[in-house]
């Protein structure tokens, strides 16, 4: 079962076969497995009235200074904070952590270090409509919403460089009363063009539990 899981790049396939090493007494941790990021930093929320935030370049699109004070839907005063998400497929929920609002924006950021120069694909998955940044490069865009949201929606192609990388996701909510309209979240790995995850070690937030 290890070779099996070793091998597999299907995220059925991994599932299934930790299902049965978990029932073996080794469980394994699926979402670190696959490469999907559970630390974060967090900020907003930034204005999307009439749909207008996707097209918008919020300051953190130009510069990501954690320490900045940064102005918010309605002038309000936001600042980034490091977050966490418990979820088993490292989904993060906006919802809970910035609150819900309609018509906005949030900004998530991580830096991650990677020991060589390799390409990358950056797999995302949301029902809102996002975009994704490696090293300022968008490389996803993804204006569609309310589709439901699956692992792996999308795949944007990038190159990590060796040491110092940042991933920056987009994600907008607009406005309505269906649930699945409510609905504000995204989840991020990391990743070869096969699925396998690729080996990046997360430097900024500093990840929970770290020793």
């Known amino acids: 079962f290890r070779k099996a899981l070793a091998a597999a790049r299907d995220l059925d396939q991994v599932t299934a076969v930790a299902t049965r090493l978990g029932d073996l007494g080794s469980p394994i941790d699926v979402a670190a497995h696959l490469g999907f990021v559970r630390d974060w930093h967090l900020v907003g929320p930034f204005d999307n ?9 919020f300051p953190p699109e130009t510069k ?3 320490s900045a004070e940064l102005k918010g839907k309605g002038g309000a005063a936001v600042r980034w904070r490091a977050h966490h998400t418990t979820d088993p497929m490292a989904v993060v929920d906006l919802n809970e952590v910035i609150a819900k609002q309609d018509d906005v924006v949030a900004y998530a950021l991580v830096v991650v270090e990677s020991k060589t120069e ?7 998955s949301s029902n809102n409509t996002y975009k994704v940044f490696l090293n300022g490069r968008r490389v996803i865009a993804h204006d569609t919403a ?3 949201m699956r692992a792996d929606q999308e ?3 990038g190159t990590l460089k060796a040491g110092r990388n940042e991933i920056l996701v987009k994600v907008c909510q607009d406005d309505g009363t269906q649930s699945k309209v409510r609905w504000w979240s995204f989840q991020l790995r990391v990743c070869d063009e096969l699925g396998g995850a690729v080996p990046v070690r997360v430097v900024s937030p500093e990840p929970k539990g770290k020793p």
Do not use: I, S
């Open 64 to 66: 990501c200074d954690l």
């Open 146 to 148: 309310h589709h439901g």
């Open 49 to 57: 009235a009439r749909d207008a935030g996707f097209a918008t370049a």
């Open 155 to 157: 795949a944007g192609k």
């Open 118 to 124: 390799r390409a990358v694909e950056l797999r995302t």
